[in-house]
């Protein structure tokens, strides 16, 4: 500690064909060097060119690089086989004790020279601490070639610095583009404001006119000539067709919804640091598996409401479906990783532990939520439902279900693609992501919106004499998921560079499962509000 060091030889390696091209494809790759240092990560800082006097700190540094020498146009691949660190501490006045506040690097390309044979005591030309000749940059760089020889050498900085311990992570999670979030609050608030505008206008004014002149019908002619959203009161509450899935996909959605909020509460103040790595996983992992009860307990209740009696069907059905499609699909994605020998593979006991977690404590939690959400007594409809249905008139081609789905998707999207982006850079770019405060905001944001565009849309389809608002009103906000998986794949080719099969297929499974997860989440939200607003207008007009 606060001891520099120069020049010192981690090894002496001579290449051959096959390590010669290995070396190349990770250069060609873009592959990065990780370390960490007292739980901090190694970063190399970078200029923004846009502002002089703020820095980038990408996760570790590239393996090599790929350029030409003057004069000729043949590329060649150099490795970085100089690293220089840059260790920051703050020095405590009291004790005089120090402790790291920042660990960097910068990495060279340095083709070393040594006068005679090699030995233990041989000293370079190129960086030799006696004679305080330091690695600068302008050394010839370090070819990687069959037959080539490299040595790996380092050097240790020590700079003190007036960040304290406790306030270490802050200059990693600085974020930059803070205007840029604010924007995208700005206008997803406008978006909120102009939707709240249309439903303040449906239920202040259209539906308190609806409802007086409804209530107000005195003669029996008066009440035959009834239109609009009244006509269908004897068919709203009838069961849909495959009210089973609807259960199960309700009850997942809660599940993801109780994980979600949570997390972000305790991420927004702060339990969930990065410094504690793995921390913000693991804590949604668990929570996942609490939730459970929740999830039961509402797709029971549910079932319940649309006179199901088998409700222990619906909650093996709950606690298996979503799991077992996020599980076969990410067990395919970790085999492609292992058949690349790479590390970022889950290890078979970590398998082992998350069905532990699923079956031991999910599935359980799941069937006892269901016990109680079937046992409690669910509401009475406020309006009794026909025998036989109503015949539904035919719709005009602007209120067909494909299309109200999709149009319903896409505010919902809008209000949070440009956090999307961020989020998407800092899985994916080795950048850090921390500003769950703004995200939590946009999260309250994407709920609002979720719930009054699908208040909207349903209104409108009451009014079209069409009571099949159960998967609609499900399927109108969760059509944002696949807005949200277009937006990945034009990501994957607009600002990514990856060319593996391999590495394509992990990006697109893992933005699949995301936009499942998103697409249960948006579509639960829609339901609750369509169901909550129906239940109020239908309460609120008397029908003899």
């Not at 004790?97 to 000293?123: A, C, L, Q």
């Not at 129906?534 to 007009?541: N, Q």
Request: proline share 4%; glycine share 6%.
């Amino acid at each position: 500690m606060r001891e520099p060091q120069m020049c010192n030889v981690v090894c002496r390696l001579t290449l051959n064909a096959k390590t010669a091209k290995e070396f190349k494809e990770k250069i060609d790759d873009e592959y990065r060097v990780n370390m960490i240092l007292d739980n901090l990560p190694l970063v190399v800082p970078l200029r923004r060119p846009d502002r002089e006097s703020s820095l980038v700190y990408l996760h570790g540094f590239l393996v090599g690089l790929k350029g030409q020498y003057a004069g000729n146009k043949d590329e060649k691949h150099f490795v970085h086989n100089h690293l220089t660190f840059i260790v920051k501490y703050h020095r405590d006045p009291v004790t005089e004790m120090s402790r790291i506040v920042g660990f960097e690097v910068k990495p060279f390309s340095v083709k070393h020279e040594y006068d005679g044979g090699w030995d233990n005591t041989t000293r370079l030309t190129t960086c030799d601490p006696h004679a305080k000749k330091l690695v600068s940059g302008s050394e010839p760089p370090q070819e990687v070639e069959d037959k080539k020889e490299i040595i790996f050498t380092y050097d240790v900085e020590f700079q003190e610095s007036n960040v304290k311990w406790a306030s270490r992570w802050d200059s990693y999670l600085l974020m930059a583009d803070d205007q840029i979030h604010w924007f995208s609050i700005i206008n997803s608030l406008l978006i909120v404001l102009f939707l709240s505008g249309m439903v303040a206008m449906i239920m202040l004014r259209t539906l308190y006119r609806d409802i007086s002149k409804y209530n107000q019908l005195e003669t029996q002619e008066e009440a035959q000539e009834e239109s609009g959203w009244k006509l269908v009161h004897g068919d709203v509450f009838r069961p849909p067709s495959n009210s089973d899935l609807l259960c199960v996909y309700v009850g997942t959605g809660v599940q993801f919804f109780g994980m979600i909020l949570v997390t972000m509460i305790f991420a927004a103040l702060g339990f969930l640091s990065p410094s504690n790595r793995g921390g913000l996983m693991t804590a949604m992992l668990l929570l996942w598996v609490l939730m459970g009860l929740y999830g039961g307990y509402s797709s029971a209740r549910l079932y319940k409401m649309l006179k199901g009696t088998e409700w222990k069907r619906i909650a093996l059905k709950t606690a298996f479906m979503f799991p077992a499609t996020a599980f076969a699909i990410f067990s395919v994605l970790n085999a492609l990783i292992w058949g690349q020998r790479s590390s970022g593979a889950v290890p078979f006991g970590t398998m082992f532990a998350l069905v532990f977690l699923w079956f031991c404590i999910s599935v359980p939690l799941v069937f006892l939520g269901g016990h109680f959400g079937y046992k409690k007594p669910v509401t009475e409809d406020p309006v009794k439902t026909n025998k036989i249905a109503r015949q539904i008139p035919e719709q005009p081609w602007y209120m067909n279900s494909l299309f109200s789905i999709l149009i319903g998707g896409i505010l919902p999207f809008g209000a949070v693609f440009i956090e999307l982006f961020f989020i998407l850079t800092s899985i994916w770019l080795h950048q850090f992501y921390y500003i769950f405060g703004f995200l939590f905001i946009v999260f309250l944001i994407l709920i609002v919106t979720c719930a009054e565009i699908t208040i909207v849309l349903c209104y409108f389809q009451l009014c079209s004499e069409d009571y099949r608002w159960w998967w609609r009103s499900y399927l109108t906000s969760g059509s944002s998921a696949l807005y949200l998986f277009l937006y990945a794949a034009f990501y994957f080719f607009t600002k990514l560079e990856i060319t593996k099969p391999v590495s394509g297929v992990l990006y697109f499974g893992y933005m699949l499962l995301l936009s499942y997860g998103f697409f249960v989440v948006t579509g639960t939200i829609g339901f609750y509000s369509c169901f909550w607003f129906i239940k109020l207008i239908y309460a609120s007009v008397k029908i003899d």
